[in-house]
C-alpha cells in the first residue's frame, strides 16, 4: 500500500499564493510521474501540473508562468507552489503519483484532497 497525506490548502485572496505539499508513504520502490490535479464544482477533474522522476515538467496553460511544481526524491515529496491565483484556481486539489512497490508491483495513488479558495 501507498499513502499520500497532501497539506497546504485554504482561503487566500486573489494575487495571493499558496504551497501544496504531497508526501508518499509505504511500501515505494521507486515513484516515477507525480502530478497535481483539481476538480472545481461541476467540472470535470483536470491536471494542473505534472513531474518526471527525471525532473521534467508540464502544466496546463491556465496554470504556466503562475504555478511551479517540484519534488523532492529523498522526501518521496512533491510540491505545488501557487502564485498569482485567481478565483478560477478556486477547486480541490489532488496529488497523483504513479510508481513501484516493493515487489515491483505497480502502483497508481491519489490523495484525499485539499481545498483552494481564491476569493476576489
Known amino acids: 500500500q501507498v499513502q499520500l497525506v497532501e497539506s497546504g490548502g485554504g482561503l487566500v485572496q486573489a494575487g495571493g499564493s499558496l504551497r501544496l505539499s504531497c508526501t508518499a508513504s509505504?511500501?515505494?520502490?521507486?515513484?516515477?510521474?507525480v502530478a497535481w490535479y483539481r476538480q472545481a464544482p461541476g467540472k470535470q477533474r483536470e491536471l494542473v501540473a505534472g513531474i518526471t522522476s527525471g525532473g521534467t515538467t508540464n502544466y496546463a496553460d491556465s496554470v504556466k508562468g503562475r504555478f511551479a511544481i517540484s519534488r523532492d526524491n529523498a522526501k518521496n515529496t512533491v510540491t505545488l507552489q501557487m502564485n498569482s491565483l485567481k478565483p478560477e484556481d478556486t477547486a480541490v486539489y489532488y496529488c497523483?503519483?504513479?510508481?513501484?512497490?516493493?515487489?515491483?508491483?505497480?502502483?497508481?495513488?491519489w490523495g484525499q484532497g485539499t481545498q483552494v479558495t481564491v476569493s476576489s
Open positions: 509505504g511500501s515505494i520502490f521507486s515513484i516515477n510521474a
Open positions: 497523483n503519483t504513479r510508481g513501484i512497490r516493493n515487489g515491483l508491483f505497480p502502483f497508481d495513488s
